[in-house]
């Protein structure tokens, strides 16, 4: 199926997993999914690796997310160091495998290696999906702007243009202040972006974490969040409660103010996942078509 589909009927609410950076260690990654089949998610979107490392696993992964558990899936995939004969070859095995979703990015530059030179940003890639193959295809975005982009409003205008080569959806960046969210909700409708957007949400569980996350992407840290992690940063359990409480009021907000879908940031976590998802079910429930 194909998930932008999903959205006239209901708030979507989707979970994100990554492959294990060992292959050995790929069984972890089935038993978090036999745990978080059991929360319904409406679909399973699986990372890949940057600089083009762990392709295979990601389509292996996504394949079972669908067929061993009957999970809608969507493959990432990022561009930067893919030449047009690889994209073509993916292309060829997620259809081969039945997957129909594709989360189309660009990819961060890395440090060790120079970027191919066939895509230079999502867009390039979302065109060229568009013309080979038949997939819905998803896209990032940034509610408090991407940090490459001279800020918000040209960071939106490039957005437009990977809405209009052809993505049917978007999934936030995490973020920890919703008002940042229904700021950028409202400059990108106005900008003429009217594919359905889902809020990115990470449960913060460690302080390590935090500060790995607020490093790449930037994200503000609003007062009341650092007051919490600060109070517990020495007692696991209690920052990791902290942080699941702090998601799921993220969450309720946002539901409350109708956002089009919550796409939570697992990291393979199938306690996280499985408390927040627990606290906010009934809320999900409520099916948008009126009678
Ligand atoms: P783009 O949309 O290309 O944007 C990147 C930058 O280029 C922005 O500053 C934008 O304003 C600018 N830009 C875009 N188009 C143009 C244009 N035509 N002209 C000039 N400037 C332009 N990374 C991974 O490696 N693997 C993953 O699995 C992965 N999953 C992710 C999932 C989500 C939901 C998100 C939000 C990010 C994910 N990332 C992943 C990280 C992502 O690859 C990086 O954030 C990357 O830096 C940008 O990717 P993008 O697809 O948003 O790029």
Redesign the pocket.
Known sequence: MRTSELFHRKTVFSF?I?PPKKTASVATVYHTLSELRGLSPDFI?V????AGRGSNLTVKIASDVKSRYGIESVA?L?CLYLTKAEVLETLRDLKKNGIENI??????VSPDAAPKTDF????DLVAFIREHGSFNII????PEG????GGIA??IR??K??VDAGTDQL???LFFDNDFFYAFLERARAAGIHVPVQA?IMPVTNKKQIERMAAL?GAALPKKFRRAMEKYENDPTAMRDAGIAYAIDQIVDLIARGVDGI?LYTMNNSYVAAKISGAVASLLQTDKITA
């Open positions: 994100e990554f979107s990372t890949y690796g940057a990432h990022p989360l189309a990015l660009r990819g961060d230079r940003h999502a867009s896209g990032a975005c940034y991407h940090p490459e982009a040209e960071d490039n957005l243009t990977k999934i936030s960046q990115g992407c796409h």
